[in-house]
């Protein structure tokens, strides 16, 4: 089914607003999450986060399979991920830097944290904050990896996804 112009805009400015709502939605809940309880920097921790990460690249992988406008949906669905992402390691490397100091080569806060979440995602990393202990070592080798992931499967799938929803029938 062909879309109007118009409806095609108008789809277009919703999946903005989505997108923009959601990610605030995000940043929200990092910065106010109490993320001081005991259980906040174990493996554990993070691989329940992962697990709901990978819960909602599903449900939006589903999304993507029933909507008129594949791409556009894929497009939301990896920016809502890729932010998920970046605030599930963000709160493990403020939790991990709140109860444990000496495991940044400096004292994070969430903002740091994050700052140094996205350095890492992107591959730059500037060198004004370096993990030092093996825990938080260990946890940003477990980010690269993941990182490689989520850049090469998880948008390729997506992608897939709508390409193959836009080549078959309604």
Known sequence: MELSPRRRARALVGVVVEVVASVSALLVLYALAPLDRPWRDSWLGLAASLAVFAGVVGW???????????????????????VLFLVIFASLYWSLADST???????????????????????VGFGDIAPVSQ??????SVQMLLDLAVL???VRLVISVARSRMNRPD
Request: proline letters at 4%; glycine letters at 8%; charged letters at 15%.
């Open 60 to 82: 939006q992988l589903r999304g993507v399979l029933r909507s008129a406008m594949p791409m556009l949906r894929a497009a939301r669905a990896v920016a809502v991920g890729v």
């Open 101 to 123: 100091p000496g495991s940044f080569n400096e004292s994070l806060d969430r903002l740091d944290a994050l700052y140094f979440t996205i350095s890492v995602f992107a591959t």
């Open 135 to 140: 825990t938080a070592r260990a946890a940003v």
């Open 152 to 154: 090469g499967l998880v």
